[in-house]
């Protein structure tokens, strides 16, 4: 009988509200805009994220560009709107007519981008998955909510239109201001990312802190309230209090460990042979993987017919963001965002991928290397695209003379060790 009684009192109250916000709100159109913008994101670019599940989910938040301060600012004014003639009334706590506009639009916003993170993923098909992903989707949750939460906040002080417009540029504003993730102020970055992200894996400790500051702030934002008909003591007490939870919300999060990303201890895991040489490849990029496959076999074999041996490693594996797997001993090669974007791999790319000595320290120096290393670099590329295709060197923009087998090897065998003179 209790919970009935209770379930009727809600009815009455809060989720009256709820349905009220639903019916007389903007809701509709920022939803709508917000499809939109997702769609917009997903097929863009020919969606070179599937099968990278950290990319995948990082994908979708380009879109937190336009769509936070479109929130932001809808936000704003219905809490104007939908709040006239319901200031004096005695409403409290969750009843308020702006904790209804804010909760109506962050759990409809919430189910739109689960939806479209569950679609995004299905189509991505990623081979495995990270524990720490749905954290992630959590926080990029919260940062729609932020946007709610700075659109009621404005929408409390300010008249309808007004309200909306200021939401919305002060939305942007947060944009650019809290989403560099090289910074501490990147209290609202959410992915976003445009180039591959093998080689990484979420913090679950960093994003666990950010995703407590983005609540934190929201507690501080619902605290902030005009004096209209109540105690201004009260009041200006909570206002202050709500500074002091934001103020420590961010300082908090800019002493947040380590970075949002990790260096991933996870390797190649799909495995071959190309003309005898073992090679192996992430699994998540198995379906642009023919096209480096086709290059590397037709350079494996060229060298050994026409006797520069010496060129072939004794095994190749996929480089990713963060390991560069060249030595004396193993080749790389790296998958490009435009290749998993549909443009095939060229011969001289890949060719020069295998060839650059990107392992040495000397090339990680601030210090340029000396042009010489440029010269024998594209020597040495353009004598091994040579044997399988000689128009390849010279679409790249070379027209030097091919190297002979024994100084091509000599100067391989320096980049593969770091022996190299690089200044």
């Known amino acids: 009988m209790w919970v009935t009684a209770v379930l009727m009192r809600l009815n009455t109250g809060l989720l009256s509200m709820l349905r009220h916000v639903a019916r007389h709100s903007w809701l509709v159109l920022c939803v709508v805009g917000m499809l939109g913008t997702n769609i917009a994101v997903m097929l863009d670019r020919g969606t070179p994220w599937r099968g990278d599940l950290v990319w995948t989910i990082d994908w979708l938040t380009i879109g937190h560009v336009l769509v936070g301060p479109l929130v932001a600012g809808f936000a704003a004014v219905d809490t104007v709107r939908l709040s006239i003639g319901v200031r004096d009334l005695p409403l409290r706590g969750w009843r308020n007519a702006d904790s209804a506009v804010g909760l109506t639009y962050g759990m409809a916003l919430a189910a739109v981008h689960l939806v479209f993170v569950s679609v995004i993923i299905a189509v991505s098909a990623p081979p495995r998955f990270d524990a720490a992903a749905a954290l992630a989707v959590l926080t990029q949750i919260a940062i729609l909510w932020f946007f709610v939460g700075l659109g009621v906040l404005i929408g409390r002080f300010a008249p309808p239109i007004l309200g909306g417009i200021a939401a919305a540029i002060l939305g942007l504003v947060c944009v650019y201001m809290f989403t560099d993730p090289r910074s501490p102020t990147g209290l609202l970055y959410g992915g976003a990312a445009t180039v591959p992200r093998m080689g990484y894996s979420y913090s679950a ?15 501080a934002m619902w605290l902030v309230r005009p004096a209209w008909g109540r105690s201004r003591l009260r009041l200006a007490a909570l206002s202050a209090l709500g500074l002091l ?71 190749v594996e996929e480089a990713s963001q963060t390991t560069w797997p060249g030595d004396a001993n193993t080749g790389p090669f790296y998958v490009t965002s435009d290749a998993l974007a549909g443009t095939p791999p060229t011969l001289w790319e890949v060719t020069i991928n295998l060839v650059q000595p990107l392992h040495c320290k000397q090339l990680q120096a601030e210090q340029a290397p000396a042009d010489q290393y440029w010269e024998d670099l594209y020597a040495v590329t353009a004598t091994w695209t040579n044997m399988v295709d000689p128009s390849a060197a010279e679409q790249a923009g070379y ?8 100084d091509a090897e000599r100067i391989m065998e320096k980049f593969r060790t770091c022996t190299y003179a690089f200044e």
Request: glycine letters at 12%; charged letters at 15%.
């Open 205 to 219: 400790a960093w994003l666990g802190i950010q995703l407590a500051a983005i609540l934190t702030m929201l507690a």
């Open 245 to 315: 939870l934001a103020a420590g919300a961010s300082q908090v999060f800019a002493a947040a460990p380590g970075e949002r990303l990790s260096a991933s201890v996870r390797g190649p895991e799909s495995c071959g042979s190309l003309a005898g040489v073992p090679w192996c490849y992430f699994p998540e990029h198995e379906r642009v993987i023919g096209g480096y496959a086709n290059h590397l076999l037709a350079l494996f074999d060229a060298a050994q017919v026409n006797g520069y041996e010496g060129f072939v490693p004794d095994a």
């Open 399 to 406: 027209f030097g003379e091919s190297l002979d087998p024994s």
